[in-house]
Structure formats: structure tokens, C-alpha cells
């Protein structure tokens, strides 16, 4: 799969920071989100635009980077199978999504969603109807993997010899 980076890189530069920050938290919700409830939320959302595809789902491979030590050089890790879509809206907004994986409908529908929340006027209610409850999910998942992990924490202290 060969991105444009440059125009990747014109987008990021041509939205506010603070936009570009919201764009990377609802992505990455629906990154995270799983086909069915992503599907189940997508169900609920009223008056879908016409939406037509810029780039039909398509699956492929792309190259993971790790770094040693989590700061070090970086080296190749290994390929992942990833699927790309973009569409454009009826208004001429343009959607793009990547999903982990080769899920050709989740990436379809994350790229819609995409592109509907850059709309201002459509944002709110879909923050309500598809993003607060993915964010509550996450929180839920978030919270009950750090229980568990804190059930597992190990207290050292040092006891006073009475020696000096």
C-alpha cells in the first residue's frame, strides 16, 4: 500500500492543532472499537449522507517500527495486515480510515464516520450517539485492566535494623 504522505502531512498542517488532536481521538476510538458495536452504533446514526468511495476498502500490508528500549533505534518489527477506505460525502467532505486488520466494513464505516465529524453541525450528535458511549467502553476496559494489574502489586519497604 503506498501513501501519499505529502498529502497527509498538507491536511495535518492545514488544521488547527486542537482539530487535529479531536480527529486522532475519535480515530483512535474507532480504531479500538470491534466490528459489532461499531456496526450496532452506525445502525443508530439518523440521517446518513450519500457517500460514494475515493478508494473502494482495500486490504494490505504495511511494515511496524519498534524502538529498543522504547527510545532507541528504531528496527523493523514485523508486517501487519491493515485495510484502507476513503470516501467522499455528498458536501464534498472527505473521510479516510486504516483498521488493523481486514475488515472491509469497519473500515468502510469509520471512514464515513470520519468524514462526518468534520462537519461542526453533525459533531455533537454524533459524539453522542457513537462516540461517548465507545469512550465509556473504553473507560470500562481502561478501568477493569488496571484492577486486575493492581491485584498483582507487590509493596516492598525496608525494615530498621537497629543498626547505624
Known amino acids: 500500500m503506498n501513501g501519499d504522505t505529502g498529502a497527509a502531512t498538507a491536511l495535518r498542517d492545514a488544521q488547527a492543532p486542537e482539530e487535529t488532536a479531536a480527529r486522532q481521538e475519535w480515530m483512535a476510538l474507532l480504531s479500538w472499537a470491534t466490528t459489532?458495536?461499531?456496526?450496532?452504533?452506525?445502525?443508530?446514526?439518523?440521517?446518513?449522507?450519500?457517500a460514494r468511495f475515493l478508494r473502494a476498502p482495500e486490504c494490505g500490508l504495511v511494515m511496524t517500527q519498534g524502538r529498543i528500549g522504547g527510545t532507541g533505534s528504531p528496527f523493523n518489527l514485523g508486517e501487519i495486515t491493515v485495510t484502507r477506505c476513503s470516501v467522499i460525502l455528498d458536501n464534498g467532505t472527505v473521510g479516510h480510515a486504516y483498521q488493523a486488520g481486514r475488515d472491509k466494513a469497519k473500515a468502510e464505516i469509520s471512514a464515513t464516520l470520519d468524514a462526518m465529524m468534520q462537519d461542526p453541525a453533525r459533531r455533537v450528535d454524533l459524539d453522542?450517539?457513537?462516540?461517548?458511549?465507545?469512550?465509556?467502553?473504553?473507560?470500562?476496559?481502561?478501568?477493569?485492566?488496571?484492577?486486575?494489574?493492581?491485584a498483582t502489586k507487590v509493596d516492598f519497604f525496608t525494615m530498621v535494623r537497629g543498626e547505624d
Open 36 to 50: 459489532a458495536r461499531l456496526s450496532t452504533l452506525w445502525d443508530g446514526v439518523p440521517d446518513k449522507p450519500g
Open 128 to 150: 453522542r450517539t457513537v462516540f461517548q458511549p465507545l469512550r465509556a467502553e473504553r473507560a470500562r476496559k481502561d478501568a477493569a485492566r488496571a484492577a486486575k494489574a493492581a
